[in-house]
């Protein structure tokens, strides 16, 4: 084999381990109906639809729900965890917060939300996971960056 051909064979598989050993990340997802930009992981599904992302691991372990919710007049955190409970069903929340739990079927999960207010709207992010996944270090990297993400446009 040649010193170029050598030279080339080698800058593809110094390519390639950098390419395949890097984490993947998609990058900001800017939902226009709500007038919000989030980050999330370019493995997991992500569909967005009017004012609202859902995106999820391909496991379908954990899941996240963004959104913006427009001017009533309760509370930002009323108006979040009344969301929350519009999405799941038997929830109960820790105390005042928006974290808790839920029935899913015969599934316990757990859940998190995160309300922004913006303007008269407030922005609502709520994260709900099966089985523990949060003390796995892959799913809580990328909930955490997909939360630190979650901006207004």
């Given at each position: 084999?040649?010193?170029?051909?050598?030279?080339?064979?080698a800058?593809?598989f110094v390519l390639?381990?950098?390419l395949?050993g890097a984490p993947?990340?998609?990058?900001d997802?800017?939902?226009?109906g709500?007038r919000f930009?989030?980050?999330?992981?370019?493995?997991?599904?992500?569909?967005?639809?009017?004012?609202?992302l859902?995106?999820n691991n391909?496991?379908e372990?954990?899941y996240?729900v963004?959104?913006?919710?427009?001017?009533?007049?309760a509370s930002?955190?009323?108006r979040?965890r009344a969301?929350?409970?519009?999405?799941?069903d038997?929830?109960?929340?820790?105390?005042?917060?928006l974290n808790?739990?839920a029935?899913?079927?015969?599934?316990e999960l757990?859940?998190?939300?995160?309300?922004?207010v913006?303007?008269a709207?407030?922005?609502?992010?709520?994260?709900?996971?099966y089985?523990?996944m949060?003390?796995?270090?892959g799913?809580?990297q990328a909930?955490e960056r997909?939360?630190a993400?979650?901006?207004?446009q």
């Open positions: 084999m040649s010193a170029a051909a050598r030279t080339l064979t800058a593809f390639a381990s950098i395949l993947a990340w998609a990058g997802n800017a939902v226009a709500g930009t989030i980050w999330t992981p370019d493995q997991w599904v992500t569909k967005v639809k009017g004012d609202r859902d995106t391909p496991p372990t954990v996240v963004a959104t913006r919710l427009a001017g009533a007049s930002a955190t009323a979040a969301f929350i409970d519009s999405e799941l038997e929830v109960d929340f820790e105390g005042d917060s808790g739990t029935q899913d079927g015969d599934d757990e859940f998190f939300g995160t309300a922004v913006d303007g709207d407030v922005l609502v992010l709520l994260v709900y996971v089985d523990e949060l003390k796995q270090p799913p809580r909930v997909i939360r993400s979650f901006k207004p």
